[in-house]
């Protein structure tokens, strides 16, 4: 589904990725860990054609990536940070992302599932930062594509929404679609990721399922055997 | 593209600055008709305000607007469309209210004092044809520095001095170098000097459509031999059209290499 080759990125003297080779076969939960400033949104945003890679190479469903639009009618993406035009109302932003889109979509239940009727009618300005949150998520998932990229799904969200989240991200999986997110969040990675990537300092240290991330470090616990990783280097 | 325009003409109606700006320049012309008291001199001393003040809420406009509207450009730039009609949408959406604010805010007064029976239907649309340009003109240079620059107070900062330099300080520098060469032949000079500051040409062009180029002297008489002809004019408008052009142009060579 994913293919990154070589794949580097510098801003000005700090260099964000370092010859990152990644492949995402499709359908599965895959998560990016990584400490703050590891590279972890940057990867998302080479893939998403917002940041433009200094060197290496990045296809989508075997098309190169570089210059290119249109493959982002099949991803829904997430933003870590859920900020909107402040001056637009709930519904009126849903409608402007349906018509720019121009693709089928099924916002109701999601707007029902997560219990924002009554804040259809109110300025995106005027919401808490867990409900804009909320806003943030019926707009990733009310459109059907085939890859989902998620940047820290789980911001602000209240125990209800997070199962309701964790439901909807495995309905999505068994529908065969490719799911791409990253979380500091252990409990919810383990609980819902196939495989996890480990970025530091903008190269991957570890690929492969908890288990044998597990095996590898010695580790019972993925805190730890993500902090083991951490200090002995492992490559893949 | 046009969706983006939609959406950004949509988002400044609903803001309060359309509708001020809107005001200022309908009783700005009901003002001056009413203390005129004649279409053509009240068309001269409108010329002076236009060549100033437009680009002055161009560029102020433009960068703020480009700053304010961050979040929507980031929530576009991960759907499928292209960033070129992106930031071309937006920059149409500022570039074309601006306009129809001051066509509609000026064009009203004129209208209600009787325009189409006067003499000066030309002049004024000329004026508002020059308006026009210079508001796309200083949009687009606005958001030049807007996505060269993330810093906001700075970014502020060059569009107050880019401003500033053009309409105050061009026109000190371009009087000097006329006296300290005026032992030299200064014809080309001026013509050349003149077609690289889009303020100096739209006053230009307006004095000798008013036919009141004598007050300029020599220059003016050398201005009058270029511009004053069919060709002169059309080619004045084509350097204003490049002075549009090359901006966009450039917003959108910028718009395809930027990280966001």
């Not at chain 1, 890679?53 to 989508?60: E, F, I, N, W």
């Not at chain 1, 789980?154 to 439901?167: Q, V």
């Not at chain 2, 010329?47 to 161009?58: R, T």
């Not at chain 2, 325009?115 to 240079?141: E, N, Q, R, Y």
């Amino acid at each position: 589904m994913i293919l990154i080759e070589n794949l580097h990125k510098k801003f000005g003297k700090n260099k964000v990725l370092q010859g990152v080779e990644l492949n995402f076969e499709a359908g599965g939960i895959y998560a990016i860990l990584g400490p703050n400033g590891s590279g972890k949104s940057t990867l998302i945003k080479c893939i998403l054609g917002m940041v433009l890679p200094d060197q290496g190479s990045l296809s989508v469903s075997g098309h190169s990536i570089r210059g290119k639009w249109v493959y982002r009618e099949q991803i829904n993406y997430l933003p870590q940070i859920a900020d909107f035009p402040g001056n637009l109302k709930v519904k009126e932003l849903l409608s402007m992302i349906k018509d720019l889109r121009g693709q089928p979509s099924e916002e109701s239940e999601l707007v029902k599932l997560f219990e924002l009727q009554s804040y259809l009618d109110k300025k995106l300005s005027t919401l808490s930062g867990g409900t804009k949150q909320k806003v943030n998520l019926v707009l990733t998932f009310m459109f059907d594509s085939s890859l989902l990229i998620l940047d820290e799904p789980t911001t602000g969200l209240d125990p209800s929404s997070l199962i309701s989240l964790k439901r909807l991200i495995r309905t999505e999986k068994e529908m065969g679609k490719t799911i791409l997110l990253s979380s500091h969040i252990m409990q919810f990675v383990e609980e819902i990721a196939d495989e996890i990537v480990y970025l530091l300092e903008g190269k991957i240290y570890f690929k492969g399922s908890i288990n044998s991330l597990k095996e590898l470090t010695g580790e019972n616990d993925v805190e730890h055997a993500i902090a083991a990783i951490a200090t002995t280097k492992v490559y893949v | 593209m046009f969706k983006i325009l939609k959406y950004s003409v949509y988002d400044l109606m609903r803001s309060r600055w359309s509708y001020v700006y809107l005001l200022f320049y309908l009783m700005l012309g009901f003002v001056l008709l009413f203390l005129n008291n004649d279409l053509s001199k009240a068309v001269i001393t409108l010329m002076n305000i236009i060549v100033v003040l437009v680009p002055l809420i161009g560029t102020i406009f433009g960068i703020m607007y480009y700053y304010n509207s961050k979040e929507f450009t980031d929530l576009l730039l991960a759907q499928p469309i292209r960033r070129s009609s992106i930031f071309l949408g937006l920059y149409l959406g500022v570039a074309g209210s601006l306009s129809l604010s001051l066509i509609i805010g000026l064009g009203l007064p004129f209208l209600i004092y009787g325009l189409f029976k006067s003499g000066v239907i030309w002049d004024f649309s000329l004026l508002l044809l020059i308006g026009t340009s210079l508001s796309f003109i200083f949009t687009a240079l606005s958001f030049n520095i807007a996505i060269s620059q993330d810093n906001k107070i700075k970014g502020f900062g060059y569009t107050v001095l880019l401003w500033l330099f053009m309409a105050v300080i061009y026109d000190g520098l371009f009087l000097l170098s006329l006296i300290v060469f005026e032992e030299y032949p200064l014809d080309r000079f001026s013509i050349i000097a003149t077609m690289l500051n889009p303020i100096d040409l739209s006053r230009i062009l307006i004095l000798l459509k008013l036919d009141i180029a004598a007050l300029l002297g020599y220059t003016g008489a050398v201005f009058q031999k270029f511009f004053g002809t069919q060709s002169g004019l059309i080619i004045a408008l084509c350097v204003l059209m490049l002075w549009t052009v090359f901006p966009v142009w450039r917003l959108l060579h910028r718009a395809e290499r930027k990280d966001f």
